[in-house]
């Protein structure tokens, strides 16, 4: 079974500091990783996403996440965050298998502020 | 493309009544989800769609759920004999492509209010 546990259900920053939030993933095949953003009152949209290309994936909006297999982890980082940056973050994993459902975690709240 | 739309927005109701959400997703998308979300949760897949045919279903799907999509194109949830703990917000994704290439659209959910 594959799963997601994002640490931190609430993250603060500043304008303009580095952003991380953090993504601990568990499946017993090589994993497909996402991240999705929502904004109030909006679907969710796709950040970015880990297929095994590569393991560091550039995102929309000056996103990014590296994928690293000893550690489990697909941590988003952004190095400079902005007001518009406030949202909710879901990490999310799949098996790559056409038409398997996401698996997302809990989420994290990003918070920005001036 | 005008996106994933969902209808209701909003919808409360009284515990036992029956409800029924519709979602329409982007123009020849042939994939379509359904999703519930709870307060403090992530997303939790539903049930599934290829065109009209529903090729998976949750556990979290019990009786009283049911899932259509008739023609392929939009979809509808059926909630039976609502509870209170059926309060979530449904959300409806689509897509068109497969495979580790596949890229979901979201739609902004209907949020469900079982009084």
């Known amino acids: 079974a594959q799963s997601v546990t994002q640490l931190g259900s609430h993250v603060s920053v500043s304008e303009g500091a580095l952003v991380l939030l953090r993504c601990n993933y568990s499946s017993s095949v090589p994993p497909y990783l996402f991240w999705y953003v929502q904004y109030p009152n909006q679907g969710l949209q796709l950040l970015l996403k880990y297929t095994s290309a590569a393991t560091l994936v550039k995102g929309i909006n000056g996103f990014e996440a590296e994928f690293k297999k000893s550690e489990t982890s697909f941590h988003l980082t952004k190095p400079s965050a902005h007001m518009s940056d406030a949202a909710e973050y879901f990490c999310a994993v799949s098996d790559g298998q056409a038409g398997t459902a996401l698996i997302f975690g809990k989420g994290t709240t990003l918070s920005v502020s001036s | ?115």
């Not at chain 2, 927005?9 to 020849?28: A, L, M, W, Y």
């Not at chain 2, 703990?85 to 596949?102: Q, R, V």
């Open chain 2, 1 to 115: 493309d005008t996106g994933v739309s969902q209808d209701p927005r909003h919808k409360i109701t009284k515990r036992g009544q029956n409800v029924t959400f519709r979602c329409d997703p982007i123009s020849e998308h042939n994939r379509l989800y359904w999703y519930r979300q709870t307060l403090g949760q992530g997303p939790e897949f539903l049930t599934y769609f290829q065109n009209e045919a529903q090729l998976e279903k949750s556990r979290l799907l019990s009786d009283r759920f049911s899932a259509e999509r008739p023609k392929g194109s939009f979809s509808t949830l059926e909630i039976q004999r609502t509870e209170q703990g059926d309060s979530a917000m449904y959300l409806c994704a689509s897509s068109s492509s497969t495979g580790f290439n596949e890229k979901l659209f979201f739609g902004s959910g209907t949020q469900l209010s079982v009084l």
